[in-house]
Nanobody
Framework: QLQLVESGGGLVQPGGSLRLSCAASGFTLDYYAIGWFRQAPGKEREGVACISSLVGTTYYGDSVKGRFTISRYNANKNTVYLQMNSLKPEDTAVYYC??????????WGLGVRYDYWGQGTQVTVSS
């Protein structure tokens, strides 16, 4: 069974950090584009970041550039991470990871290009 599972969400104060994980089972992420998306109540789903697993190229939404980092570690290539620093209240949302076909292009932020989705993890930034 092909599955993506997110973890690492929680409550953090403004200016704090969290690291989200996206673990794949039933398939390897080696030949996929992996995207992180988020959706806040009453707002549209937003593309946060994407990594091209084959070459490691990364892409970021304007609202998170310089604060968030997407990566895969060699020790466990079937997990993708999203390091979130300098968190703001407007980062509060449910965060989802998704896997879709390569290559990654300028359409990386479109949810319809992804075939597999996780169930989401809540991130709340509040004092």
């Amino acid at each position: 069974q092909l599955q993506l599972v997110e973890s690492g969400g929680g409550l953090v104060q403004p200016g704090g950090s969290l690291r989200l994980s996206c673990a794949a089972s039933g398939f390897t992420l080696d030949y996929y584009a992996i995207g992180w998306f988020r959706q806040a109540p009453g707002k549209e789903r937003e593309g946060v970041a994407c990594i091209s697993s084959l070459v490691g190229t990364t892409y970021y939404g304007d609202s998170v550039k310089g604060r968030f980092t997407i990566s895969r570690y060699n020790a466990n290539k079937n997990t993708v991470y999203l390091q979130m620093n300098s968190l703001k209240p407007e980062d509060t949302a449910v965060y989802y990871c998704a896997a879709g076909p390569l290559p990654v292009t300028s359409n990386w932020g479109l949810g319809v290009r992804y075939d597999y989705w996780g169930q989401g993890t809540q991130v709340t930034v509040s004092s």
